[in-house]
């Protein structure tokens, strides 16, 4: 009880401050920048690994506050390919955010980027509910880097989440089994100028929004390679 109480007041305390920092424009150019620049990271991000993802999220300086046990607090943006079985191009960002006790573990006292692929449509399918919890509503895994992760992928597929972080530019799988995803509503209705769902970003193909981030994947992923019994 005590650990959902102090989570709250994370929250409370902590969201006005986020609020005043992070434009929806400005986490759109964030997410950008730290997802550039992790693709230029050599033998970093597995290529064979994003050309199987449904969606990436990204996490731009995710927080740790030292309120009582800890926690952790940041927003980032989720976007997903096209078409009902995720094979078209890149749609439209979804806003949402990242919290939890257990990713200020990871983060020791710095601002940490995280960013996550999201392997298969369970994942996606538990990304698009209200929020989730990974771990437990989506198997969740730290994901391989570079060239070890081709003889790794069998494993590591099963998850549906496979998690990664950097931070003083260190690039590197990390757990975050146990924190939560969900979706930020103030603010995707702030940038779709109306009331919608992240289950609607995604299955509609919304477009026009977040055109450097969406350009990014394109270029680096333009293809779904899942196996394609998959994609049927």
């Known amino acids: 009880m005590m650990r959902v109480i102090v989570g709250l007041l ?63 607090y940041g927003r980032g943006v989720l976007v997903c390919r096209t078409g009902d079985k995720f094979t078209g191009p890149w749609g439209g960002p979804a806003m949402y955010r990242l919290e939890g006790g257990s990713i200020g ?19 996606v ?11 437990a509503d989506a198997a969740v895994a730290a994901g391989p880097k570079g060239r070890a992760a081709m003889a790794a992928t069998d494993a590591y597929m099963r998850a549906e989440i496979l998690t990664y972080s950097r ?37 509609g193909g919304k477009g026009g929004k977040g055109q450097q981030l969406v350009s990014l994947l394109q270029k680096a992923s333009p293809k779904n390679e899942s196996d394609p019994s998959s994609l049927k």
């Open 167 to 203: 931070s003083r530019g260190l690039f590197a799988g990390v757990s975050l089994e146990g924190s939560t995803l969900r979706q930020d509503n103030k603010a995707n209705e702030q940038l779709y100028g109306r009331k919608i769902t992240a289950r609607d970003i995604v299955r």
């Open 125 to 135: 399918d538990s990304l698009l509910r209200s929020k989730v919890k990974l771990g």
């Open 105 to 123: 573990l990871q983060l020791g006292g710095n601002a940490t980027d995280f960013l996550l692929l999201v392997m298969n449509q369970r994942g």
């Open 10 to 72: 994370i929250v409370i305390m902590v969201e006005p401050v986020l609020m005043a920092w992070d434009t929806e424009q400005d986490r759109l150019a964030d997410s950008a920048k730290v997802l550039e620049e992790i693709l230029n990271i050599p033998d970093a991000l597995p290529k064979e690994l994003l050309n199987k993802a449904e969606c990436v999220a990204v996490m731009p300086s995710v927080k740790k506050f030292a309120i009582g046990i800890g926690g952790s």
